[in-house]
């Protein structure tokens, strides 16, 4: 026998995935082989542990089902019939057919689109803009999430990082505000332990009495799309009983005057009838607020996906100046902490490629844009689609089926599975997971700057993004040394090394350690705030804003590279309350009398795992959770299948009769596949194609449906 000594390696990485604790991995491989993908123990925030999601990451790998070559469409749109061809075969005919489409129509009949499917520099949401941007396509303006919170933290605090989870450990009163932790950013609650090991509060507000607020020490149940409302309610009482902080507001604030005279419009019973929240508990959350410091929010996304969103999350982020909050390590607010990287988003996405006057189409009117319904001077003949599943992810699935369908629409998708979008691809293109490649990730719940370095071979003919859009660019004949830079050469473009966080960070460093803190403080002592010093052209915390001011005012649209226009023109400079459209519509209401919301699933990451077996098993098939009052009017049973419909379209799921919800409303999650459901379709085939009033965020929570027996 032939001695065979098998090589063990361990290298080091990141994961993928657009969640906030972007933990640090240690890849296992023996013999070239993935065997597991485990935790970093060191790293502060990954402490070790991965969540249910990433716990058969390894075997994801060598799932039989990955896309391994390009593929051309044989049988009907939609079919999922396809035939392998040659990577020189599926760049031709995008050459061929791109070049046609351009001649007859120009080139802004191409869109691009793309979202999170992977959160690296080189290969996630910026990968493709470069590309698109050269080639001259419509502007694709990318909002699926935290865009309406993003352009409300910047007009309210500017570009900061805000509270430091890890300083959560040091709270002693602390909201989880429209987040459900336990599922969405598990290696925060650690710290909160912690806090409340030191005897802190834990408050969590939520419509839903979720994992998470099962945990808290008060869950305070809120209507979808009314915490605007909420949080000034608490500032009308704050205000009303002298518990501001004068001597923070005089120093760090602007607005203090507006900010009172809108607050004073809001008491506590008034409140109490928008909210579904008892005056009285609204009272006791603001003086506890106010007084047990420091006092911490943690602000979830969920806040946004109304059509107040925007106005809620800035009514909240006024709420850490206003009582002081900011002065002591612990106390403050966080969103998200990005603002703190330094991206040099102009190298990263070539906006200086936008040729001037390139329309802007916004993703999540994607169904609009492609059955015409949004007038389109030229139409969109070819789509292009990466990092995203729309047909799963976007609101108003039906329109993007149908337009998806159109015999004349050139499709091409980029994936690691034929997922329910990549189905009705003319061409697929196959795309390596994250131990076969090497990127530097983006990361936005915590202050760690993560390599993840390639472990394994690509397998088949996968490719990274990056590399895909390099053969795409040669194809298309660009010449530009941008497309043949090393990937170490783009990453050091990519960002300000020399910048002041990024004191001691290098990418020797971090291939060797795999993550760096940025240099902004420990969590035991930074206090960003404490003498004011926001991001704002102020300087101080924006009660009333400055930009908004203005009228129509530019935010930074990241997402998307350019400098995107806040639409509307007329934004309050003071947050208000702007209440939900559907359950404002009394006719509509009368119709479909139940608001249905869709957050997150426990084991899938939107759509990504939702293939996987053992997730699957985790998961369990798509529920409708439903208070057992409106399931008896209904006849609806515990465990019986239901349909879930409006005028927008339909989706079945079994009912699961509960009083987490309140009468009147219901809870599915979002991420299960639509073809794998029993009904082909998901949550987003009812969902309403409507904007939250900043940032152009989806209002997936402000959803009217009806629900019967099937
Ligand atoms: N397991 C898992 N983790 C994930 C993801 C995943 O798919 N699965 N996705 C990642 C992504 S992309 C994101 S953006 C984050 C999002 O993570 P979160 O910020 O936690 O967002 P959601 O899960 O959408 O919703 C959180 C809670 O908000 C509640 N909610 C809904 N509408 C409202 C409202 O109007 N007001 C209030 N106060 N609460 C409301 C819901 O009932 C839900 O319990 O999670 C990330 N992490
Ligand atoms: N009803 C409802 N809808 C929602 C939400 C909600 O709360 N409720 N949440 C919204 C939010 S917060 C978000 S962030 C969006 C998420 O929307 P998406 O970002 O579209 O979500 P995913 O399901 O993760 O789809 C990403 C796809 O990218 C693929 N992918 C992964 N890695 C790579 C890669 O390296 N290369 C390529 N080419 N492809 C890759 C994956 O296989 C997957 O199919 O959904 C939004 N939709
Ligand atoms: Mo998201």
Partial sequence: ?????????????????????????????????????????????????????????????????????????????GSGQFERISWNEALAQIKSRWTDIITEHGSQAILPHAYLGHQGTLNGLTAGDAFFNRLGSTVAEKTYCESGSSTAWIMTVGPTGGLDVESLAF????????????????????????????????????????????????????????????????????IGEGLVDRDYVEKYTLGYEQLAQRAAEFP?????????????????LAREYATAQPSAIR???????????GD????????????????????????????????????????????????VVNELDLGAALTGTMALDPPIKSLFVYNSNPVSQAPAAASIVEG?????????????FITDTAKYADILLPATMQAEQYDLMVTWGHLYVMLNQPAIEAPGECVPNIEMFRRLARTMGFDDDYWSLSLD?????????????????????????????????????????AQGNFKTPSGKCEFASSLAAGGNF?????????????????????????????????????????????????????????????????????????????????????????????????????????????????????????????????????????????????AFSDNLVDVQKV
């Fill in 554 to 698: 530019v935010v930074p649209v990241w997402r998307s590279g350019y400098e995107g226009m806040q639409p509307g023109g007329a934004v309050d400079p003071v947050p208000n309350y702007i209440a939900p459209a559907e359950m404002s519509d009394a006719s509509l209401a009368q119709r479909y009398p139940l608001n249905l919301v869709s957050p997150k699933p426990h084991a899938f990451l939107n759509t990504q795992y939702g293939n996987e077996p053992t997730q699957q098993r985790r998961q369990g098939e798509q529920i409708i959770v439903i208070h057992p009052q409106d399931a008896t009017t209904r006849q609806i049973e515990h465990g019986s299948y239901v349909r879930i419909f409006n005028d927008r379209g339909s989706f079945e799921a079994r009912a699961e009769l509960s009083e987490d919800v309140s009468a009147g409303l219901m809870m599915t999650n979002v991420g299960h596949w639509p073809g794998l459901n029993r009904s082909g379709t998901a949550v987003n085939s009812t969902t309403p194609p409507r904007h939250c009033n900043l940032g152009q965020a989806g």
């Fill in 268 to 284: 506590p019973e008034r409140v109490a009838q928008i909210t579904g929240i008892a005056a009285q508990d609204i009272v006791t």
């Fill in 171 to 238: 709270s002693k009163y602390i909201i989880v505000w429209g987040m459900n932790m336990l599922n969405t950013n598990l290696h925060a609650w650690p710290f909160i332990l912690k806090a409340k090991e030191n005897g802190a509060r834990l408050v969590v507000i939520d419509p839903v009495r979720t994992r998470t607020a099962k945990q808290a020490d008060w869950h305070v149940r809120i209507k979808p799309g009314t915490d605007g409302a909420l949080a000034l309610g608490m500032m009308n009482v704050i």
């Fill in 1 to 77: 026998m032939s001695a065979h000594f098998s090589e063990t390696r361990t290298v080091r990485g990141a994961c993928p995935q657009d969640c906030p604790d972007t933990c640090a991995f240690l890849y296992h491989v023996e013999d070239g082989q993935l065997v597991e993908v485990t935790g970093d123990p060191d790293h502060p925030m990954t402490r070790g542990g991965l969540c249910v999601k990433l716990k058969n990451f390894a075997e994801h790998h060598y799932n039989p089902d990955r896309l391994m070559h390009p593929m051309k469409r044989v049988g009907p749109k």
């Fill in 299 to 309: 602000q979830g996304v969920a806040v946004e996906r109304s059509p107040g969103g």
């Fill in 404 to 416: 998806l369908g159109r015999e004349d629409l050139f499709t091409v998708v980029s994936e690691l």
């Fill in 489 to 529: 050469e783009m990453l050091l473009r990519s960002y300000d090394w020399s910048a002041p966080q990024m004191q001691g960070i290098t990418l020797e460093a971090l291939k060797e350690k795999g993550y760096m803190r940025l240099n902004v403080g420990l969590p035991h002592e930074r206090a960003p705030h």
């Fill in 312 to 359: 809620a999350i800035r009514a909240i982020t006024c709420l850490p100046a206003l009582v002081g909050a900011w002065r002591h390590v612990g106390g403050g607010t966080v969103e998200m902490p990005i603002w703190e990287f330094p991206f040099k988003f102009d190298f990263m996405c070539r906006p200086d490629w936008i040729r001037p006057g390139t329309r």
